[in-house]
């Protein structure tokens, strides 16, 4: 089926880092999630975006909805070890708002 | 409020079985999505269950199938399992428009031996 491109597929910071990832599509998207999987559980929606150009923050993290509603950033400040984990992207494509697609995930290891 | 449940947790089976999984979704809310994941693949929608229909379904062979109750409450079962069925299974409810996101159980591991 089809994915998103998320990239990077994963990163090693030390703590108290900046992080930052994306994720992109050849089509244009009405919706777009970030989701953070830990070990042993299910996603844990952060971050909800509805409109191009929408920045919203939740805590540390804040997303992007980008302004060509092909892509999404998601930027994690001042990483702390409790960060370790898999982030997901997911978005509803234009004219197919139904379905999610996902992308790949970014696994994110989180030096102490 | 209570999240989404899934049980069981974890279940070991042997090729050629069946199995049946369940998802009690967030109260009030009406769609249960079944998801399969793994490592390297991501999530693969399964399909997607609203008020007792089946809404939208994903690329997997007629093996998966699912059903959503009057409650709400949903049921995956894979017969004739493979051992490439060995996933971890997730399901997520919403209330069922698209602007609401779905929200995730902890998943069924299962593992075919």
């Known amino acids: 089926g089809q994915q998103l491109n998320q990239s990077p597929q994963s990163m090693f910071i030390q703590e108290g880092e900046d992080v930052s990832m994306n994720c992109t599509s050849s089509?244009?998207?009405?919706?777009w999630l970030w989701y953070k999987q830990d070990p042993g559980e299910g996603p844990v929606l952060l971050i909800a975006?509805?409109?191009a150009g929408e920045l919203t923050s939740n805590g540390r993290l804040t997303a992007q909805f980008g302004i060509t509603r092909k892509d999404s950033f998601l930027n994690i400040s001042a990483s702390i070890p409790s960060d370790v984990g898999i982030y997901f992207c997911?978005?509803?494509?234009?004219?197919?708002?139904?379905?999610?697609?996902w992308g790949l995930g970014t696994s994110l290891a989180v030096n102490p | 409020k209570a999240g989404v449940t899934q049980t069981p947790r974890y279940l070991i089976k042997t090729r050629g079985q069946q199995v049946t999984l369940s998802c009690s979704p967030i109260?009030?809310?009406?769609?249960v999505s079944w998801y399969q994941q793994t490592p390297g693949q991501g999530l693969q929608f399964l399909f997607e269950?609203?008020?007792?229909?089946?809404?939208n379904k994903g690329n997997f062979p007629g093996r998966f199938s699912g059903r959503q109750f009057s409650n709400s409450r949903s049921e995956m079962n894979v017969s004739t399992l493979e051992l490439g069925d060995s996933a971890l299974y997730l399901c997520?409810?919403?209330?069922?428009?698209?602007?609401?996101?779905?929200?995730f159980g902890d998943g069924t591991r299962l593992s075919i031996l």
């Open positions: 997520a409810s919403s209330q069922g428009t698209v602007d609401q996101p779905q929200h």
């Open positions: 089509s244009i998207f009405n919706t």
């Open positions: 997911a978005g509803r494509r234009a004219g197919n708002n139904r379905k999610l697609i």
């Open positions: 269950y609203f008020s007792e229909t089946q809404r």
């Open positions: 109260s009030g809310h009406r769609s």
């Open positions: 975006l509805y409109k």
